[in-house]
């Protein structure tokens, strides 16, 4: 069954902003990594942004700077807000969860949600 849902994704131009969100079960959120990936056409699934439990926040290159990964524990939300939107953001978001309570972000992914397409095109 699906654990983590994601909403927010559509289209926007460039330069454009979208804020995707996920929403998970209070004990996943409040104990696990959290993450989002992406998969454009053809393409195969990248990380794009993780926040460890404790908070802390990494990103892939291609979008540090644009995009910021946050967590509302206490609503339960993963959010991932993207501003300076290019091209080559368009791909299919999935939101996931580490691998156990308190593991870090570093041992990988266990849940994923069923993805959110997002498409930039003037």
């Known amino acids: 069954q699906a654990q983590l849902v994601e909403s927010g994704g559509g289209s926007a131009q460039p330069g454009g902003s979208l804020r995707l969100s996920c929403v998970a079960p209070e004990n996943i959120m409040r104990r696990y990594c959290m993450g989002w990936f992406r998969q454009a056409p053809g393409k195969e699934r990248e990380a794009v942004a993780d926040i460890e439990w404790t908070g802390t926040a990494k990103y892939a290159d291609s979008v540090k700077g644009r995009f910021t990964n946050s967590r509302d524990n206490a609503k339960n939300m993963l959010y991932l807000q993207m501003d300076t939107l290019k091209p080559e953001d368009t791909a299919t978001y999935f939101c996931?969860?580490?691998?156990?309570?308190?593991?870090?972000?570093?041992?990988?992914?266990?849940?994923w949600g069923r993805g959110t397409l997002v498409t930039i095109d003037s």
């Open positions: 996931a969860a580490g691998r156990g309570h308190y593991a870090s972000c570093t041992n990988g992914m266990a849940l």
